[in-house]
Structures are given as structure tokens and as C-alpha cells.
T-cell receptor
Framework: GAVVSQHPSWVICKSGTSVKIECRSLDFQATTMFWYRQFPKQSLMLMATSNEGSKATYEQGVEKDKFLINHASLTLSTLTVTSAHPEDSSFYIC?????????????FGSGTRLTVV | AQRVTQPEKLLSVFKGAPVELKCNYSYSGSPELFWYVQYSRQRLQLLLRHISRESIKGFTADLNKGETSFHLKKPFAQEEDSAMYYCALKGYGAQKLVFGQGTRLTINP
């Protein structure tokens, strides 16, 4: 089946540094990818929708200058957390729509646990 | 506005007992509703969707437009059903999924 590979699975960084998270579609072309943030014991909150070759659409309240999304190819989307602070510590999950699967074809990455110290 | 509400954060039942995970939604049009499941240390995966009206792993869910609900049910719970369950909504013509808060289901032996 369609698989999305997300790396790294966990990362620890110092406050003030930037961290990049990659999301790759392994056996399909993903024109649309989604980035979610999940706080402990809470739901997945959509941060932005990423479309290949165009600017990402950010949800209300999400700082686009802090959470940089790049979707330069049909198989790769990246999320860069810039100038990270401890409050950015969270679980980040990417998702992609699988072409030809209609409205239900969403596949999810395994997530990245970001800890900012 | 689109909203999905799962009123129970935690639900614990005994093996063999019926289980129902509640989901209510708010959407002005005709939504598509889904149930996703996340087993321990695994990624989120689709369990079922209202359009298909199918039973997956013994689970069913019926869309009740009058009550704006999409509750997930299983007549006889099994230990392997222990997981995190998310109800999700997709608006007509939309790309994104809106998730509920999730319910952690624990099946006790």
C-alpha cells in the first residue's frame, strides 16, 4: 500500500536552533500533503496543507514564518521549525492524499517527536 | 465551522462486552465521516468510513444526520481493540480532515 516515510522519528534540539522534518511518499506521487501537530493526549491539529509547487496554506493561528513548509517535489515535503523554543516541543505528523483513492485515501507518517531544550 | 467532538477521552470495557465510541460533528453541508485508529507504537490508519457502510474488525458506524453523530460500535470487544480512536470529518470538496479529540479505548481481560 501507499506509504509515507517521515524522518527523523525523534529529535532533540537546543532552543534557538532550527529543525527540519522530512515526509516522503515512497510509492506514489503526493501532490497534497498535510502537517499536523499533536500535543500529549490531545487530538491532531492541522497546521498546514502543502501543495506541490505552490505555497502552503496555513491554518489560523499557525505562524508561517516559524513553521516553514516546502513541497518542492511530488514525493517530498519538509517542515522546518525555525528558532525553536521549548513550547514547540510536540509530536508532528505528516499525511498525504493517495491519488486514485477518492476521498478516503489519506496515509500518515509515523510522526516525529520534537523536544526543544 | 467544522468541528468534531468525541466526548470521552477514556473508555474502558471488559473483553466480550459491547463498546460504543461517541462522535458528534458540526458541519453545515454533507460531510464525509471517518474513524481512524492508532494502535500502540503504530501510525494512524483508516478503520472505516461512512460511505462504504462496511464492517471492519467487527466495528460499524452509522451516520445519523438528524443527531449529527457517527458513533463507532462493536458488539463484543476484544483485547486487541485497545487503541486510540479518532473520528474525522471531511467537508464537501475539501482536502483536509478535521479530527476529534480522540478516545483511548482499553479492553480489560
Amino acid at each position: 500500500g501507499a506509504v509515507v516515510s517521515q524522518h527523523p522519528s525523534w529529535v532533540i534540539c537546543k532552543s534557538g536552533t532550527s529543525v527540519k522534518i522530512e515526509c516522503r511518499s515512497l510509492d506514489f506521487q503526493a501532490t497534497t500533503m498535510f502537517w499536523y501537530r499533536q500535543f500529549p493526549k490531545q487530538s491532531l491539529m492541522l497546521m498546514a496543507t502543502s501543495n506541490e509547487g505552490s505555497k502552503a496554506t496555513y491554518e489560523q493561528g499557525v505562524e508561517k514564518d516559524k513553521f516553514l513548509i516546502n513541497h518542492a517535489s511530488l514525493t517530498l515535503s519538509t517542515l522546518t521549525v525555525t528558532s525553536a523554543h521549548p513550547e514547540d516541543s510536540s509530536f508532528y505528523i505528516c499525511s498525504a492524499r493517495v491519488p486514485g483513492t477518492g476521498s478516503y485515501g489519506y496515509t500518515f507518517g509515523s510522526g516525529t517527536r520534537l523536544t526543544v531544550v | 465551522a467544522q468541528r468534531v467532538t468525541q466526548p470521552e477521552k477514556l473508555l474502558s470495557v471488559f473483553k466480550g462486552a459491547p463498546v460504543e465510541l461517541k462522535c458528534n460533528y458540526s458541519y453545515s453541508g454533507s460531510p464525509e465521516l471517518f474513524w481512524y485508529v492508532q494502535y500502540s507504537r503504530q501510525r494512524l490508519q483508516l478503520l472505516l468510513r461512512h460511505i462504504s457502510r462496511e464492517s471492519i474488525k467487527g466495528f460499524t458506524a452509522d451516520l445519523n444526520k438528524g443527531e449529527t453523530s457517527f458513533h463507532l460500535k462493536k458488539p463484543f470487544a476484544q483485547e486487541e481493540d485497545s487503541a486510540m480512536y479518532y473520528c474525522a470529518l471531511k467537508g464537501y470538496g475539501a482536502q483536509k480532515l478535521v479530527f476529534g479529540q480522540g478516545t483511548r479505548l482499553t479492553i480489560n481481560p
